[in-house]
């Protein structure tokens, strides 16, 4: 029962002395129907909130997903913070028609509706019509348990996992090092031959040496014939030869390579404000992800959701917003310039990844939360998706389909199921 704090008073007089325990007593009679009565109220009125720890946990997924853009339990965004609010509402069955459609109940002329609603700037809240009512419960039953906490323990900072989807191959800077290191030894070699051939010399002058012999001995090599020796033409065209293959690899290796792109967009939207520090859920943008292959971008009339009362940003002033709210009201698309693009030979799938496999965005996209213009983390080839389809692990928990297919792999091999063994790496996979 959620009254427990109201008989505080009550354990407190134990540690009182006799006579004074008199008068508590007795003005603790006095109040006993009123404490009673709002016990009796107040569990009327949340007696339907669940407190067990699944009706919590499904109440948070919810409320993460649908409710956070809006709402924070202890500040307030958008809308109202939600602490205690079923205390202050009329009822919660108030609060569950609220849910489903706000605008009917406004309309309907309640009166703790229309001052709510003109309190926050006559915003609609979006109408969650397919909500059932264990669901609506299961929200306020988070909403209590993190009221009950108070506001510090809520404030997660946002998670940056970041794998290393960038990098590939021998870091330049090894290269270079092994590089600089080979020339100096080849300079302190030269130096060494040059020593030996002035020593060999020195000696050869002191013998009696034939005529022909001498000339060979005292023959100056000059730049124009050492230059002109074969041994020397060799090696200058072996190493141009070497140095331009190279080269073509590389620019054939990166044709189509688009690490690090990031265009202008048509309005100043920053994923660091609305994802970083506002904490929206990408999902609540991007709603393709769970379901499809594509992400989605949103279209304008769901920056609305917020952008028909938020009208001037801390940034940009009000020029920017001012071009969504035309985009919606003309009801044209906002012109954004797409970022990452596979060529059409190759099939990804969102859902696949995020709602099966459980990846998180930022393996694959960096830490978009950080970025006031997104760009491209990853590298997007071929040699990237293969490469952690051989390193990451099949998620099977919980998940029936995988049951069989676990069970034969332990039979065969020690190491945890990956994606190559599930087939990660046939062409067909991901190649029309
Ligand atoms: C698009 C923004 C938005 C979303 C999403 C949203 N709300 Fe709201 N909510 C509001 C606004 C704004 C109000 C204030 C009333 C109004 O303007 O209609 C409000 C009011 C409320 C109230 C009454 C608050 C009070 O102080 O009396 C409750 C309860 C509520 N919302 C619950 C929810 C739940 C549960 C969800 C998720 C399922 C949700 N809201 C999603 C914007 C939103
Ligand atoms: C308020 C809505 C909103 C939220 C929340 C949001 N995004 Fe976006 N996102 C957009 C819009 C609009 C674009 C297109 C403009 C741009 O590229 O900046 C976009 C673009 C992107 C792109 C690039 C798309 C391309 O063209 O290739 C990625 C990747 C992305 N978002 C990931 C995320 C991730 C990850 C999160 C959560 C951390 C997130 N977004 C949260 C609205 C949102
Ligand atoms: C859930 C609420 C919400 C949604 C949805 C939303 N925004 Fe915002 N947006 C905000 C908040 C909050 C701010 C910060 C306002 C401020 O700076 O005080 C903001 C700021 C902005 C700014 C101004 C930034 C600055 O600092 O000048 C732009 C531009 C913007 N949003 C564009 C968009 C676009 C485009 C979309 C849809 C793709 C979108 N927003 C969706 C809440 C939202
Ligand atoms: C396993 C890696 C991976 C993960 C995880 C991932 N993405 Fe993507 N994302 C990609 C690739 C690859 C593309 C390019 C797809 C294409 O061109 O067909 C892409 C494209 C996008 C786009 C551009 C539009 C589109 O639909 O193609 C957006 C937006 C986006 N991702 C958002 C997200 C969000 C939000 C999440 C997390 C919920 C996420 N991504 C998780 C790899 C990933
Ligand atoms: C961050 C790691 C990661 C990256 C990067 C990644 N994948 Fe995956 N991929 C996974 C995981 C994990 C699964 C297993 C999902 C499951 O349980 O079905 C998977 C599964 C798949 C499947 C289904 C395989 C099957 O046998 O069912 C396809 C197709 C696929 N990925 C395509 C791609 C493509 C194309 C790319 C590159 C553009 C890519 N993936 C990049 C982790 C990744
Ligand atoms: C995990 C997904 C995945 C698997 C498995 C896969 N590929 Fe690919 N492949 C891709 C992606 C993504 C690209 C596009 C890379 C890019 O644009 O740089 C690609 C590109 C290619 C290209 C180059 C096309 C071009 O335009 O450069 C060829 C050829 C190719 N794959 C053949 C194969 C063959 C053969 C197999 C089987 C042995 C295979 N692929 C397996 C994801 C995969």
């Known amino acids: 029962m959620s009254s427990d704090s109201r008989f505080v008073p009550l354990v407190e007089i134990t540690d009182t002395k006799p006579n004074m325990i008199k008068s508590h007593i007795s003005s603790a009679v006095k109040?006993?129907?009123?404490?009673?009565?709002?016990?009796?109220?107040?569990?009327?009125?949340?007696?339907?909130?669940?407190?067990?720890?699944?009706?919590?946990?499904?109440?948070?997924?919810?409320?993460?997903?649908?409710?956070?853009?809006?709402?924070?339990?202890?500040?307030?965004?958008v809308g109202p913070a939600l602490a205690g609010v079923y205390d202050r509402v009329p009822s919660v069955d108030w609060i569950k028609n609220f849910v489903k459609n706000s605008s009917k109940v406004i309309a309907s002329g309640d009166e703790y509706a229309n001052k709510i609603y003109?309190?926050?700037?006559?915003?609609?809240?979006?109408?969650?019509?397919?909500?059932?009512?264990?669901?609506?419960?299961?929200?306020?039953?988070?909403?209590?348990?993190?009221?009950?906490?108070?506001?510090?323990?809520?404030?997660?900072?946002?998670?940056?996992?970041?794998?290393?989807?960038?990098?590939?191959?021998?870091?330049?800077?090894?290269?270079?090092?092994?590089?600089?290191?080979?020339?100096?030894?080849?300079?302190?070699?030269?130096?060494?031959?040059?020593?030996?051939?002035?020593?060999?010399?020195?000696?050869l002058e002191q013998k009696d040496l034939s005529e022909?012999?001498?000339?060979?001995?005292?023959?100056?090599?000059?730049?124009?014939?050492?230059?002109?020796s074969s041994g020397f033409i060799f090696v200058v065209t072996f190493v141009v030869a070497a140095l331009g293959f190279k080269a073509v690899i590389n620019g054939l290796f990166s044709v189509g390579v688009q690490q690090g792109y990031a265009p202008k967009q048509p309005v100043w939207f920053s994923h660091k404000i609305h994802a970083g520090?506002?904490?929206?859920?990408?999902?609540?943008?991007?709603?393709?992800?769970?379901?499809?292959?594509?992400?989605?971008?949103p279209s304008p009339n769901i920056c609305m959701n917020c952008h028909n009362q938020i009208k001037s940003g801390t940034n940009t002033g009000e020029g920017e917003i001012a071009k969504v709210v035309a985009a919606y009201e003309n009801n044209k698309p906002i012109e954004?310039?797409?970022i990452h693009n596979l060529p059409d030979l190759a099939y990804f799938n969102h859902s696949q990844h995020v709602n099966v496999a459980g990846v998180e965005c930022q393996t694959c996209h960096g830490p978009i939360q950080e970025m006031d213009v997104v760009r491209q983390h990853s590298l997007l080839?071929?040699?990237?998706?293969?490469?952690?389809?051989?390193?990451?692990?099949?998620?099977?928990?919980?998940?029936?389909?995988?049951?069989?297919?676990?069970?034969?792999?332990?039979?065969?091999?020690?190491?945890?199921?990956?994606?190559?063994?599930?087939?990660?790496?046939?062409?067909?996979?991901?190649?029309?």
């Open 118 to 203: 003109n309190e926050n700037g006559k915003t609609q809240m979006t109408a969650f019509s397919s909500f059932k009512d264990e669901q609506i419960l299961s929200i306020l039953a988070y909403v209590k348990s993190e009221t009950d906490k108070g506001p510090e323990q809520t404030t997660t900072p946002v998670k940056t996992q970041v794998a290393p989807g960038g990098e590939q191959g021998v870091p330049s800077s090894y290269l270079n090092v092994i590089l600089i290191g080979m020339v100096i030894i080849l300079i302190l070699l030269l130096i060494v031959l040059g020593f030996l051939i002035s020593a060999v010399k020195r000696v």
């Open 336 to 338: 954004w310039v797409r």
């Open 277 to 297: 520090q506002y904490e929206i859920d990408c999902k609540y943008c991007h709603t393709g992800v769970m379901k499809g292959k594509n992400a989605n971008i």
């Open 31 to 77: 109040f006993l129907p009123l404490i009673f009565i709002f016990t009796i109220a107040s569990f009327v009125a949340n007696a339907q909130i669940p407190t067990d720890p699944a009706a919590v946990a499904a109440g948070k997924a919810l409320f993460e997903g649908n409710c956070k853009a809006c709402h924070r339990v202890h500040t307030k965004l």
């Open 381 to 432: 080839t071929m040699g990237w998706c293969i490469d952690c389809h051989r390193k990451t692990d099949v998620n099977t928990k919980g998940n029936a389909y995988y049951d069989k297919l676990v069970e034969l792999h332990n039979q065969s091999k020690k190491t945890p199921m990956k994606v190559e063994d599930i087939g990660g790496l046939e062409c067909s996979k991901c190649h029309y």
């Open 212 to 228: 022909e012999d001498k000339d060979v001995v005292e023959s100056k090599v000059t730049f124009g014939s050492f230059t002109r």
